[in-house]
């Protein structure tokens, strides 16, 4: 299991909260906790030759096919022009290819490559490492909690970015 190299991660970790943010501890948290996770995440896909959120478009396309770009910004809540740097980046790679949607001539269909289709288990065994990394001295109990209490949060923030629109 891989932790990260950033010489400042153990101090993310361990610096008391700044008096600047004491009205938002928990907004502070879940910075820090995203930050570190997207760090050992970009770690562990350097491997592959991806950049996070880009290993996301791939299992979308291994588990539904070819997708209209849209139909992936909408399954993945990303916007539009973060997803098509995404797709360019990947088919540059050569993981993905575009092609004219033959029913629809504005849309573009996204599929996955024969070199997209080869990494699928070394993204999953990324994925099994990260949650290794993730999950790493909690409990099933724990753990359980911890996604119960994150599926809240989650709820709590759609609602609230859903209201302010």
């Known amino acids: 299991m891989s ?5 400042g991660a153990a101090d993310m970790v ?3 909260l700044p008096a600047s943010v004491q009205a938002g501890p928990m907004n502070h948290a879940i910075v820090r906790v995203a930050r570190l996770h997207r760090m050992l995440a970009a770690q562990l896909l350097r491997r592959v030759g991806l950049h996070p959120a880009q290993e996301l478009v791939l ?26 740097r995404t797709i ?4 540059h ?17 996204i599929e996955a490559t024969p070199a997209g289709r080869a990494v699928r288990r070394q993204i999953e065994d990324i994925w099994t490492e990260l949650e290794t990394a993730t999950a790493a001295g909690l409990t099933p109990d724990q753990q ?3 996604l119960k209490v994150l599926r809240q949060i989650e709820d709590s923030l759609a609602r609230a970015a859903s209201s302010s629109i």
């Open 88 to 91: 360019q980046r990947l088919e």
């Open 3 to 7: 932790r990260p190299k950033d010489p």
């Open 93 to 109: 790679a050569g993981f993905v290819r575009r092609r004219p949607s033959p029913t629809d001539k504005r849309a573009t269909i």
């Open 59 to 84: 299992m979308q396309l291994w588990d539904h096919g070819p997708q209209r770009q849209i139909d992936l910004v909408r399954m993945l809540g990303s916007d539009a022009a973060t997803m098509t």
């Open 14 to 16: 361990c610096a008391p």
């Open 144 to 146: 359980s909690e911890a």
